[in-house]
Every structure is written in C-alpha cells, then in structure tokens.
C-alpha cells in the first residue's frame, strides 16, 4: 500500500536496500517473537542519523514492553530511543491501542489481539481505497476474522500456516495453524477474498504446499519471499 510502512521486521534488512531501509517511516509488531523483529535492530542500526525523522516502532504496549524488556535493553542491543542522532532521537517506540484505529505513516491501523503464546496482534490496514489483514502468528481465532468481514473495500487477508497436518500437536501447542485448523478458519473469513499464506516452516515447506492444494481452494495463494503485490 505504500513502501514507508513494514508489519515486522524479521528479514527487513536482507530483503531491502539500504535506500529501501532509509524510507521505512514504520514497524508495526505484530509480537516479540525473533523471527518477527530479529532484523529490528539491525534497521534501527542502518537507518541511524540517515533517516529524516524517527523510525516508529508501534504495538501494543505489552509489545513494546517486551522489546525494550528483552531487546533493546542496553544488554543485547542499544536503547536507540535515548540516543539522539543529527535530527533528534532515530527510533521512537509508540504504543498502539487496542481496537481502535490508529494512524501509522499515512495508514489506518487497528491492532486485534490474536491467539498466540505470547501477546500478539493482527493487523488491519486501510487508506482510502483498500484494506488489507494480516493475521499474525496464531492459532485458532476469532476477533481478527470479525474485524475482516466489516472491513469495507478489504483486497487481501495475509494468513499464517506455520505446520504441516502431521505436526498438528505442535501447532496447537505453540498456537499456529496447519492447513487442517487455516480450512476451518477459512468458514470465518469474508468471502470472495484472496488469502496470502505465510509463515510456513521452511522444512515443511513441499508438504505445506501439497496440503494446501489438496484443500481445493481457490481463494488461497502461498506468499513466496520477494513478491510484490499492490492494493
Ligand atoms: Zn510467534
Ligand atoms: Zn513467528
């Protein structure tokens, strides 16, 4: 929707240039999980005194909590918030409501809590013309699919499916979907919307896409690293 604006950063600062870098204006996090802010610090890092403005860190304050807990802590990683680059402080950490949309760098947000093992939030993003959803790491859920069906002018639900049907267990335990529990979901989506999978475990991946095809679902794609779609 436009190209200032990330949900996570767990690869920001491979798939990117530093140009590329230099124009994200925002991350909203979905949850504090590694694989979903592991390139964090490193953008925080490259686009230090480069940006023109802070680089906004926005979640929900348990979110956020967590980061500044377990992150950016002075230990594992600077606090950039306290360390003023030529323009003032780099990053900034934001915290976003719960619910109630929220503007993040021209978008309007509104973060869901999702079921996950930690605190985590899904994401509905809208401009003038279209919306889009993306799920976050979850399993099972309800709240996020009902902010989907009211959503007008909605282009695209992005999904996770994290396992294979064989490891369903481990699924249920660490709260992420398989194809068996996404086809189930898929009865609370809106209708009629294409839905990009992600998240998929990149051992499982083959299977991952042999149990998806067999659902015979036309609505759903697999998301592959480097596409670029526009809403
Ligand atoms: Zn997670
Ligand atoms: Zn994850």
Not at 116 to 140: C, I, K, M, N, Q
Not at 166 to 173: C, E, F, G
Request: charged share 20%; with cysteine; glycine share 6%.
């Amino acid at each position: 929707m436009n190209d200032a604006l990330c949900v996570d950063a767990g690869a920001v600062t491979d798939a990117l240039s530093l140009e590329e870098q230099e124009r994200v204006r925002a991350v909203l996090v979905t949850h504090s999980h590694m694989d979903h802010v592991s390139s964090l610090p490193f953008l925080v890092e490259n686009v230090f005194g480069r940006n023109r403005g802070p680089l906004e860190v926005l979640a929900p304050q348990d979110v956020l909590d967590s980061l500044t807990t377990h992150l950016f802590n002075d230990a594992l990683w600077p606090d950039f918030s306290q360390i003023p680059g030529q323009h003032g402080p780099s990053v900034t950490f934001r915290a976003a409501p719960v619910g109630i949309p929220f503007l993040a760098d021209g978008l309007t947000a509104t973060a869901v809590r999702v079921s996950h093992v930690v605190p985590t939030y899904g994401y509905l993003l809208a401009d003038a013309r279209s919306a889009v959803v993306f799920s976050g790491d979850t399993g099972p859920t309800e709240e996020i699919w009902a902010a989907a069906r009211s959503a007008p002018n909605l282009r695209a639900l992005f999904v996770e499916c994290s396992f294979p049907n064989d490891l369903q267990r481990i699924a249920d335990v660490s709260r992420h979907l398989t194809p068996r529990t996404l086809c189930m979901e898929m009865a609370k989506f809106p209708k009629d919307v294409p839905v990009y999978l992600y998240h998929m475990k990149p051992p499982a991946l083959d299977r991952l896409a042999a149990e998806v095809a067999a659902l015979g679902e036309p609505r759903l794609r697999i998301l592959a690293d480097g596409d670029d779609l526009t809403f």
